[in-house]
Structure formats: C-alpha cells, structure tokens
C-alpha cells in the first residue's frame, strides 16, 4: 500500500479533480485493498488490482446516492495508513495542475480514466484493458483502446492550444 499510494491518489485526483473526494476515494479503495489481499488471486499485477478498486472507490464517490446514504469508516489501521500516506504526498505545481485538471474536467470519466491509467500511471495496454473490463465482463481490445487514446490525444491537443497552453503548429 505505501507504495501504491502516491499512484493511486495522482489518478483519483485526475478522476475526480477534487482533493477532498480524491481523498474519500483513495480511504476507500485503501480499505477494499487491505481487507482484499488475503483473497488476490494474482490474475493480474498488484497495481492493475489496487487501479480498479480505486476506479469503483471514485465511482462510489461520484454516486450521490452514495454520498447520501454513505458513512465515514471507523479509524482503523488501514484508514489510518491511508490518511497518512495521503498528507505524504506531494502536489505538482499548482498552476500546471489547474490547466491540467481544466482540459481534463471537459472529458468524460472513461476518457478521463484511460488518459489517467495510460499516462499517469504508464500502464500498458493490456493493463488499461484489464483496469477498464467491465465488472465481471470482458476487457475492451487494446487496439481499441489506443484508436480511443489517439482521437482524446488530438482533441486535448486541440483544446490546449485553443486556452495557449501549446503553440499552434500551424503558426
């Protein structure tokens, strides 16, 4: 967990563009990761496993219907870890990640997942495809996940340097 943490909370706050539900988000997934291990198969890597539980934490956190009926965990050694691991981190530059979580706040949560496990967390394709199988149903081809990464690559690209963040190649 100490060393999956610094992974899992740059993608929940790239899911989530908010610290304080990237936070709830990662507590959670801490907790399913925790009480989870004695029962991980190794079907996939550690990181693969802990990114999808942290995918369901983000959708939880999203849900409202969650948020209304939702309570806070008991302190324990897992939400524990977790709230330490996360004072630990350090935040990038606060101006690029405003410009960053502005371009990403205009996708969609699966654009946004799949630009998160592709780029942020380096992840291969056949690893995004695992983290991004649908709960209990089939892993999408990878050949269909790079055709998706490269239409979002030219549409963010064409939204950076609509704001200035990228100089037009056309100039």
Do not use: C, Y
Not at 28 to 54: C, D, I, N, Q, Y
Not at 95 to 110: F, G, K, N, S
């Amino acid at each position: 967990l100490r060393a999956l943490a610094p992974d899992l909370l740059r993608f929940l706050r790239s899911l989530l563009r908010d610290e304080a539900l990237a936070g709830e988000a990662f507590s959670v997934a801490a907790e399913h990761l925790w009480r989870g291990l004695p029962a991980f198969e190794w079907r996939s890597s550690l990181k693969t496993w802990a990114l999808r539980l942290a995918i369901n934490a983000a959708a939880n956190v999203r849900d409202d219907a969650w948020r209304r009926k939702g309570r806070a965990f008991a302190t324990g050694e897992a939400s524990a870890l977790a709230v330490e691991l996360q004072t630990k981190t350090v935040l990038r530059d606060e101006r690029h990640r405003q410009a960053l979580l502005a371009l990403r706040a205009e996708l969609t949560p699966d654009e946004q997942a799949l630009l998160a496990l592709r780029l942020d967390q380096g992840l291969g394709w056949s690893e995004v495809a695992a983290v991004l199988a649908a709960e209990g149903g089939e892993a999408p081809a990878p050949a269909t996940l790079m055709k998706r990464f490269e239409r979002l690559k030219e549409r963010l690209g064409r939204l950076a340097r609509e704001r200035g963040l990228l100089e037009d190649p056309s100039r």
